[in-house]
């Protein structure tokens, strides 16, 4: 017996039951802009002057399971950084920022990263601990320990044993190669059920570097706990484009706020989000100009770098914890921008439409109730609403559609759910899971 | 193997390892205060001078189900409501404010209550169906149809049909009794486990009404839908203490401001969240002036009438779809109310935390990266948590503690998290349930 909040079918009159994804003006996301063109199995190491290495360093029990890595620079090169903004930071967090903002400003050479424990919630100690991590690998790797970049992803709480750094920096420094960005990605995961990568390239033809192709390549840990607040996602990013640390730092933003902030609510609020980013212009002929902001070399560099790092955070999504389907949330006609990511998190966020969408049903009470509570300003007369394409609601109200087809689209790995607030002219896309029963057993397991 | 945020026991330097619910100044919710009686079996009718039945009306298929209520005063009385603030609000809410606002304005007879269907997302269509339902409510209890005041709950999206009401209200009618209060409790149901209801009593004596008892009772249903951000809740309250519509009002507010909505995050928002009260005065000597706002008979009334809207917002909180704990979140010490409101829902709302205690999970990593996010302002050398009394968190950082004693406090029916942020003296509440693999079951069936 249908018992609750659940719309049900009858007819309405309504004029234009066009798709929401077809009319003129909505906004899509996740493909390849113009010109960008992906790098089959790229990764962290595709750009010219990074090598990379995955290795067993003993923070785990499983010998087999890889758990540190590292990621070097042939050279020093520019580097930006955004981490979390969590009361709760992590002592990695602290060091990495006071090394970028330090005497070595925006310059780095290398970035280790351990997966295991978190070294988070560990007072003065964990902060010691973190530099003597950084100064083990500046050794190694020959450079100032404020050009080494750390990062943890693990248990809270626990303090970072140094010993596993002091035999597992050398044994993958023995390892370091271009190919070795695939090992990286391993040695960063943590309850991800497989690595994260993704790299892209573009011309720099026509636009001042004529003959030069530069790579944006990163790998990503993250979708661990991807609900709601606490993806600790790690994501290191490089790239063989000329860039000035304080122009890298500028792509980087707009590319994490378009990207890897866009993955449920508050992810980029956990105690050791980082996302890292380092350019070795390797791929510009020698004396080259850094690309500027705003000119043609950097918007087209921008484009890749958004288009690497959404592929990353859809893969992160996709990979949920429990997850089985990609959650694609699209709102437009807000009146701001603001509106418009309001009912998109909201709605991306609401447990029972992620519950819906493990149920294959096309409930749209759910997100009309997500909406109208978002504090996005509109009309419910106005609203419209479809499901993988499906028109559901027009004029606030419920529009016939088959059920079967419904439950046919249902079938797809990646859910797409359009709304369109009819109050003007802002859209903004998040991307989620959907909430199973693995969800449930795998965070509500005992302890014990 | 342990794979990701959890916090570990490692030694730290403690000096007061005093739980936090015996600190100086911890504030403390759920009992009765001084001078209020919880009475046995008590409902919507308990106070005197008012009727209460449910009946099968035939909203819902099963005919041993009620799915109607009506509660009426004897004569006309005060009434006060408070109402969703979704944009999507149905068309009962809409109604029952205009009455309220109109030329009744605060004067009120009765309430009609349906379930199974919501009337939300109806239109034009929709409003004259909950006015209809007022008109043959009126007309039973032979009243303005400005004094009849009206709720819904269920499937979204579908017309409310008619006839149910031209033969259910006329049958409630005939029902109508002093004893009747629990089957109206019963008919509002959706997919609540049990009816839920509470009274209680408080003296005249010493505030101005020598010999008078008064009495505060009522009824709610809810938490069918009490994960974040849709708990339908409808709740009637009544009194006999006598009050003006405006002090009813005054003190309604503040009421459900410190109890339904403290179930959970935007409780308050659903599509048709609606609580009405109405004060017969009946048990105040004829002519008695009426409790002014801030006198001592105000104070002890409020006092009451929070102490049951507390009771009624703890049932309807640990009877969450799926739920097998009541979970209350304590905050002391933080900067302002605001901060500690933001930190306690935000824990409040944790699919991690709510996971963690399914799984008899002591994780207090999970209850500080909540509270790390919530925009409350706070040190993390400042932070103590305790889960069920039981210190496992001081000054930021990990206290050991004993697990199977943990283990065993997880037993109980209510899991208590205290959190002190040491950042200042606000405090906040909030209740909400764990989340359990059945809360899945119940909302990701197909809809087939």
């Known amino acids: 017996?249908?018992?609750?909040?659940?719309?049900?079918?009858?007819?309405?009159?309504?004029?234009?039951?066009?798709?929401?994804?077809?009319?003129?003006?909505?906004?899509?996301?996740?493909?390849?802009?113009?010109?960008?063109?992906?790098?089959?199995?790229?990764g962290v190491t595709s750009a010219r002057g990074f090598a990379a290495a995955g290795v067993h360093a003993g923070f785990r029990k499983n010998p087999e399971r890889f758990d540190l890595a590292l990621v070097a620079a042939?050279?020093?090169?520019?580097?930006?950084g955004t981490f979390t903004q969590n009361v709760f930071c992590a002592a990695p967090v602290t060091v990495s920022r006071e090394h970028l903002d330090g005497v070595s400003y925006g310059i780095a050479r290398a970035v280790v990263v351990n997966s295991g424990i978190a070294n988070a919630a560990t007072g003065e100690r964990g902060l010691e601990a973190a530099r003597e991590m950084a100064r083990i690998a500046a050794d190694a790797v020959g450079c100032p320990e404020q050009e080494v970049m750390v990062a943890s992803t693990g248990v809270i709480?626990?303090?970072?044993?140094?010993?596993?750094?002091?035999?597992?920096?050398?044994?993958?420094l023995e390892k370091l190669s271009r190919e070795g960005g695939h090992d990286a990605a391993r040695a960063i995961m943590t309850t991800d059920t497989h690595p994260k990568e993704a790299a892209a390239t573009f011309s720099g033809d026509g636009?001042?570097?004529?003959?030069?192709?530069?790579?944006?390549?990163?790998?990503?840990?993250?979708?661990?706990?991807?609900?709601?607040?606490?993806?600790?996602?790690?994501?290191?990013?490089?790239t063989d484009a000329p860039l000035s640390a304080d122009a890298l730092h500028t792509a980087l933003v707009e590319a994490v706020n378009g990207s890897f902030n866009r993955v449920t609510v508050d992810s980029d609020t956990s105690t050791n989000d980082t996302c890292l980013m380092f350019?070795?212009?390797?791929?510009?002929?020698?004396?080259?100009?850094?690309?500027?902001v705003g000119t043609p070399a950097y918007e087209a560099f921008l484009a890749t770098l958004k288009a690497v790092c959404v592929n990353l955070a859809r893969q992160?999504?996709?990979?949920?914890?429990?997850?089985?389907?990609l959650v694609t949330v699209n709102v437009t006609g807000a009146a701001s921008a603001a509106d418009a990511d309001a009912a998109a998190r909201t709605v991306a966020n609401s447990p029972l439409v992620k519950t819906a969408v493990t149920g294959h049903d096309a409930n749209w009470g759910r997100i009309a109730a997500a909406i109208g509570r978002s504090?996005?300003?509109?009309?419910?007369?106005?609203?419209?609403?479809?499901?993988?394409?499906?028109?559901?609601?027009?004029?606030?109200?419920?529009?016939?559609?088959?059920?079967?087809?419904?439950?046919?689209?249902?079938?797809?790995?990646?859910?797409?759910?359009?709304?369109?607030?009819?109050?003007?002219?802002?859209?903004?896309?998040?991307?989620?899971c959907d909430f199973s029963h693995d969800y449930i057993t795998i965070n509500g397991d005992y302890r014990t």
Chains 1, 2 share one sequence.
């Open 157 to 172: 709480g626990e303090h970072l044993p140094l010993d596993p750094f002091r035999t597992g920096v050398p044994a993958a």
């Open 74 to 80: 042939d050279e020093p090169c520019a580097c930006a």
């Open 375 to 432: 504090g996005a300003a509109f009309r419910q007369q106005d609203a419209a609403i479809d499901i993988m394409g499906l028109p559901v609601c027009r004029g606030g109200l419920t529009v016939p559609f088959d059920e079967d087809e419904a439950l046919r689209r249902f079938e797809q790995d990646e859910i797409v759910l359009d709304i369109d607030l009819g109050a003007g002219d802002a859209a903004a896309t998040m991307w989620t």
């Open 1 to 42: 017996m249908v018992d609750k909040e659940m719309p049900s079918a009858h007819p309405v009159p309504v004029d234009d039951l066009t798709p929401l994804a077809q009319r003129a003006g909505a906004r899509r996301c996740g493909g390849a802009p113009e010109g960008v063109a992906f790098v089959d199995g790229g």
């Open 207 to 238: 636009v001042g570097y004529d003959g030069c192709t530069f790579t944006v390549g990163g790998m990503a840990k993250g979708s661990g706990m991807i609900m709601p607040n606490m993806a600790t996602m790690i994501s290191v990013i490089t």
């Open 279 to 292: 350019a070795s212009g390797a791929a510009a002929p020698a004396g080259a100009a850094p690309f500027a």
């Open 316 to 325: 992160m999504a996709s990979d949920g914890e429990g997850a089985t389907r």
